[in-house]
């Protein structure tokens, strides 16, 4: 589980512990991870709220030492592997673009993006509260991932999760030491409001 004591001060008291200390990481130690404390995360995910409750999200997993894990290791952009490779889990998040209407029809599923991210999100937090660090990461071939799980045509692939016990920053190449920190975030007033978006500009 990462901490981050120094954004208490910059919160609120009431903000949640859990929400303020998570963090993503990129220096992983070696710790392999069990199939029951994979499904003790996942199992977060499945409690998320979704439009209809059409549950459109899936998670493709893989730990590492198994077969799985190079291929998923693989779609990510060079960058990333170059540090996911030290993690337990990889997690590919994707969503079904279409449901089943209640006469039995496909139809667009318009919010399977955010319900998706709502269940990666509980994903997240659930693996934190076990001691686990995320890091979630957009930079993948989305072609190659989609191919390579041999995922449908009217699913998408949204990002990958890299989950695994933090270490210390130093095995991490010198170039990234320096980003091995949590960070600040924008003013709440610039972000949320009372109102219309009228008399607010986005720089
Ligand atoms: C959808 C998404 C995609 C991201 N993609 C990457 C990525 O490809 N590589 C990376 O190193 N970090 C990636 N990040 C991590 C963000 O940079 C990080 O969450 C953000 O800076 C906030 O920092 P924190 O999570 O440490 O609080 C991604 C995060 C999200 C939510």
Known sequence: MTTAPGRAALSLPSTVPLFLNRWSPRAFIDAPMSHDELTAILEAARWAPSAYNSQPW??????RGTPEWENFLSWLVPFNQSWAGKASVLIYVASRTVMLSPSGNLVPATTHEFDAGAAAMLLQLQAAHLGWATHAMSGFDV????????APEDFRIHA????????????????LRPRETPSDRAP????????????????
């Open 160 to 175: 990958a999760i890299a989950i695994g016990k933090q270490g210390p920053s130093d095995m991490l190449p010198e170039g």
């Open 188 to 203: 709440l007033a610039t972000l949320a409001w009372e109102g219309t978006f009228e008399g607010h500009n986005e720089p």
């Open 58 to 63: 899936r998670f493709l997993c893989a730990r």
């Open 143 to 150: 072609d190659a991932a989609h191919k390579g799980l041999a």
